[in-house]
């Protein structure tokens, strides 16, 4: 009896697991400000309308139909000085990094690092969420929101650059 519970819990994990296949990939870029004297008691929000993420360009391109398409999702991110500036970001506490629902006006998380570790550091990897965007870009475009959390004053006034990549993924 044993045996036949072991084999049938066995199958389901084997079923259950199979992987998803990858249609393709699409890159996005956004660029803010971050002011001297920003403060360290506050959540720091940036938010930028109409940033491009190529979805509809993409599939079209590798001659995917929108409805063959199931979820896309976030896969990696980073949060870097613009320019390459060899700016010390260890002042950043926490990232994240949510796409405006457009109906709801309201913010999903896409990204996040709720601790970024202590130590000198010139661009920052985040952890991506499971959020589906597929229905939240419109016409290839979205409205991203960074919160940023200070353990430091900002050392100076700069640009920052926010590099994501989000995977589209096949129906099973």
């Known amino acids: 009896m044993f045996r036949k519970l072991f084999y049938l819990f066995l199958i389901s994990i084997l079923i259950s697991c199979s992987s998803r296949e990858t249609l393709f990939n699409v890159t996005s870029r956004m660029d803010f400000k971050i002011d001297l004297g920003l403060s360290i008691l506050e959540t720091h929000n940036f938010i930028k309308n109409k940033i491009i993420i190529p979805i509809d360009v993409t599939a079209s391109t590798a001659g995917i139909m929108n409805s063959d398409i199931d979820q896309v999702v976030a896969q990696t991110a980073y949060l870097r000085p613009k320019f390459g500036d060899e700016i010390n970001l260890d002042f950043i506490n926490s990232v994240q990094i949510s796409i405006v629902d457009q109906e709801q006006l309201k ?8 601790f970024v570790r202590f130590g000198a550091k010139t661009e920052i990897e985040l952890m991506p969420s499971l959020t ?9 475009k979205a409205t991203i929101e960074i919160s940023l959390r200070f353990r430091q004053f900002p050392p100076q006034t700069f640009e920052m650059d926010l590099d994501m990549t989000f995977a589209a993924f096949a129906i099973e």
């Open 132 to 140: 589906d965007i597929k229905d939240l870009v419109i016409g290839d």
């Open 107 to 114: 913010p999903r998380e896409i990204f996040f690092m709720d």
